[in-house]
């Protein structure tokens, strides 16, 4: 998703950033973090569930839509057809109901694979659920909790769900506010939204990296403990 002149676009803006400041920054951007397959399957136990009964609701009657069946396929009439017993009226209805809520079911769920379908029916909340683990995940696998003084900060950004996370230790949220945080996820979003994400990421990194010189300065030359390189899962 990144071309390399892109990956030095960033590489530059946290370089400068870390200069001013003891902190670290990482950069995360993702396609997506979940297929959300839970989404398909509701939405298709939702179809089979819900649409059957409203259907009865606004009317549509199993029984006189079996005989308008079997009188379109030239089936019972005149002595078979007054030896259709209830009980065999009420078990071919039942079957019937239970095969158009599988139909429902099978055609709902498949229809919901197309990724832009999912999306649209995947709830904000999934996806800001999802992209929050992601986030604490990359957190911890680029070993941000282990830098001295534990001043890391994570910017993540998944592209499909529309989320932007920032991830840090509470000692500095304390100390820097939701404020700064909102402004980085705004910029990241706005980079997005624009089809410049690299731009938004820099702007975001240039917010958090003005925080964290402000709240924890330079004490001097110090290792560059975790790559300025984007990662791109």
């Keep these: 998703m990144i071309t390399e002149a892109q990956q030095r676009d960033i590489m530059a803006a946290v370089g400068r950033a870390e200069a001013a400041t003891d902190g670290e920054i990482v950069c995360v951007f ?3 973090v979940s297929h959300y397959p839970e989404v398909s399957l509701a939405a298709g136990a939702f179809a089979a569930l819900v649409l059957p009964p409203v259907a009865l609701a606004l009317g549509l009657h199993p029984a006189a839509l079996l005989h308008e069946v079997l009188s379109a396929a030239g089936g019972l009439s005149g002595w078979a057809a007054a030896d259709l017993s209830a009980d065999a009226e009420t078990t071919m209805i039942l ?3 239970a095969v158009v809520q599988a139909v429902l079911f099978t055609l709902v769920a498949g229809l919901t694979t197309i990724p832009a379908l999912r ?4 709830p904000g909340s999934l996806k800001r659920h999802r992209v929050h683990k992601a986030a604490w995940a990359q957190y911890v696998a680029t070993g941000l909790h282990t830098t001295e003084g534990v ?6 950004a998944s592209l499909d769900d529309r989320v932007v996370e920032i991830v840090a230790e509470p000692a500095i949220h304390q100390k820097v506010g939701d404020k700064v945080w909102k402004a980085a996820v705004a910029a990241v979003r706005s980079g997005m939204k624009a089809g ?3 731009k938004g990421f820099v702007s975001a990194v240039e917010v958090c990296g003005a925080a964290l010189a402000a709240h924890f300065p330079s004490t001097g030359p110090h290792a560059n403990a975790v790559s300025d390189r984007l990662v791109e899962l």
Excluded at 151 to 156: D, N, P
């Design 30 to 32: 993702a396609r997506q």
């Design 95 to 97: 079957d019937g109901y």
């Design 119 to 122: 999306r649209l029916l995947t």
């Design 151 to 156: 001043t890391g900060v994570l910017i993540f």
């Design 196 to 198: 410049d994400p690299v």
